[in-house]
């Protein structure tokens, strides 16, 4: 018997009814790989963590390992539109079919744990778990797995990295990771291995942390930054172009230095292509692949990372979506979108989660704007309209105003942006930015152009 069209929907289901994680341990999840027949340790792979970047430096790792000849896997959270988005092979999200078989194949064995054990496995526990089982039975060479929250505790962590980057750190989740930057460093600072190297751009106190772990643990820590930056970095890079065609960077190490372009928008992602290319030429120098210079070019010309600086409409009107979900995020956003939207009327949509810094991003974002529309996110974690508007307000944003959904808040975005010329800016929560790129893609269709 065949993929039936409702295994798909029995399968979201069942994800959807597990419970949210309540201790955080690692022991349910080397258990349920143990169940499901394989060693997690046995992937090759690297682990990719960090408050923001961590996305797009896997996107650029995993796009220069598939173009230097590997069979690659990803896996990444959250998703945008369809959890199918979690997990790809050699650059191709899984099929629904497949993504099917894979989680009902798990679902007896998953019951009959959370029946039996009073650690019951999470949702995420089970996405990962099944991830990890593809890329070996796909027979993957290589994945670049991207941490789903912190590091130390995270279900990835059952993993053994080949090397292990964590981009930035800064104040994000600090009910489940600490109230410091030297507390959260510190759990990220749990994905390394000894005697296995760390890539890091953190700097300060989140550096310290990072070199004191890596220390005990015999690891070689690698600093990427910007040149001149104030500490010393084995890796700098000087921004070269940023533009709507694209951004390009030039980065420097003791192996000489290299000229790199990518389709993706925003300054920052000059820092995300040095940090992914001191990775891939760690890899490559330690012996764990062979890429070449020509596949690292190549490869980050071709990476692509929806729902960051994603023009999704040439217009009229123009419309941008942005997952800038916190300070850091919402910085990097309102530092480039004035640089590659220069005198362009702001209509902005946004929508947080409840447990982020909502005032301070808002505070950050809302400027940007000729008028805000606030709206709840389709997610149960979801800030009211009323608490991003009120952000917004008091931040000294002019024409705020407050929807009952988000497709409400950008129809009403669009109807005022195509009157005055003007772009719309989709900015906050990820969850927000899929269920715009939803609406505007029907599911049907997506799912279509993904098989």
Request: proline share 3%.
């Given at each position: 018997m065949g993929f039936q069209p409702d295994d798909y929907s029995a399968a979201i289901a069942f994800l959807e009814s597990l419970p949210a994680k309540s201790?955080?341990?690692?022991?349910?999840?080397?258990?349920?790989?143990?169940?499901?027949?394989?060693?997690?340790?046995?992937?090759?792979?690297?682990?990719?963590?960090?408050?923001?970047?961590?996305?797009s430096v896997s996107a650029f790792c995993e796009s220069a390992i598939r173009a230097a000849g590997y069979r690659t896997g990803r896996y990444i959270?959250?998703?945008?539109?369809?959890?199918?988005?979690?997990?790809?092979?050699?650059?191709?999200?899984?099929?629904?079919?497949?993504?099917?078989?894979?989680?009902?194949?798990?679902?007896?064995?998953?019951?009959?744990?959370?029946?039996?054990?009073?650690?019951?496995?999470?949702?995420?526990?089970?996405?990962?778990?099944?991830?990890?089982?593809?890329?070996?039975?796909?027979?993957?060479?290589?994945?670049?797995?991207?941490?789903?929250?912190?590091?130390?505790?995270?279900?990835?962590?059952?993993t053994e990295p080949a090397l292990s980057v964590?981009?930035?750190?800064?104040?994000?989740h600090t009910e489940a990771l600490g109230n410091t930057v030297e507390k959260i460093a510190s759990e990220k600072a749990g994905i390394i291995r000894p005697g296995r190297p760390v890539?890091?751009?953190?700097?300060?106190?989140?550096?310290?942390?990072?070199?004191?772990?890596?220390?005990?643990?015999?690891?070689?820590?690698?600093?990427?930054?910007?040149?001149?930056?104030?500490?010393?970095?084995?890796?700098?890079?000087?921004?070269?172009?940023?533009?709507?065609?694209?951004?390009?960077?030039?980065v420097s190490s003791k192996l000489g230095t290299t000229l790199l372009s990518s389709r993706l928008l925003g300054k920052y992602q000059c820092f995300n292509m040095a940090v992914a290319d001191a990775a891939l030429s760690k890899l490559d120098g330690q012996g764990t692949l062979k890429i070449s210079q020509e596949a690292m070019v190549a490869g980050f010309k071709n990476a692509a990372w929806p729902g960051r600086l994603e023009v999704v409409s040439g217009g009229p009107p123009l419309l941008v979506l942005d997952g800038a979900h916190n300070v850091d995020g919402a910085s990097a956003l309102a530092e480039s979108i004035p640089a590659l939207f220069p005198d362009r009327k702001i209509f902005q949509v946004c929508g947080m989660m409840d447990d982020k810094d909502v005032e301070a991003a808002v505070a950050i974002l809302a400027p940007l704007a000729a008028a805000f529309y606030a709206a709840p996110v389709a997610y149960h974690r979801t800030a009211t309209?009323?608490?991003?508007?009120?952000?917004?307000?008091?931040?000294?944003?002019?024409?705020?105003?407050?929807?009952?959904?988000?497709?409400?808040?950008?129809?009403?975005?669009?109807?005022?942006?195509?009157?005055?010329?003007?772009?719309?800016?989709?900015?906050?929560s990820l969850y927000l930015v899929g269920e715009v790129k939803a609406a505007l893609l029907p599911a049907p269709a997506f799912q279509k152009n993904k098989q």
């Open positions: 201790e955080w341990t690692l022991t349910p999840m080397h258990e349920l790989c143990g169940i499901l027949g394989f060693d997690p340790k046995t992937v090759p792979c690297i682990l990719v963590t960090g408050t923001n970047g961590k996305g959270s959250p998703h945008l539109v369809d959890y199918t988005e979690r997990i790809s092979i050699n650059g191709s999200d899984i099929l629904r079919p497949d993504f099917a078989r894979i989680i009902l194949d798990a679902k007896s064995a998953v019951e009959e744990y959370n029946r039996t054990h009073a650690e019951k496995l999470s949702q995420f526990e089970v996405n990962t778990a099944v991830a990890l089982k593809l890329f070996l039975d796909s027979k993957a060479d290589f994945a670049v797995i991207e941490i789903g929250m912190g590091g130390r505790l995270d279900s990835t962590n059952v964590i981009t930035r750190v800064s104040l994000e890539i890091t751009g953190c700097e300060g106190a989140a550096l310290e942390v990072i070199r004191r772990v890596a220390g005990e643990k015999k690891s070689e820590v690698v600093v990427v930054g910007a040149s001149g930056a104030a500490n010393k970095t084995d890796f700098s890079f000087i921004e070269r172009s940023v533009s709507l065609s694209g951004t390009q960077v030039e309209a009323k608490r991003v508007a009120d952000a917004a307000r008091a931040a000294g944003a002019g024409g705020v105003a407050e929807f009952p959904s988000a497709k409400a808040a950008l129809d009403a975005a669009v109807a005022a942006a195509k009157k005055e010329n003007g772009m719309v800016l989709v900015a906050g």
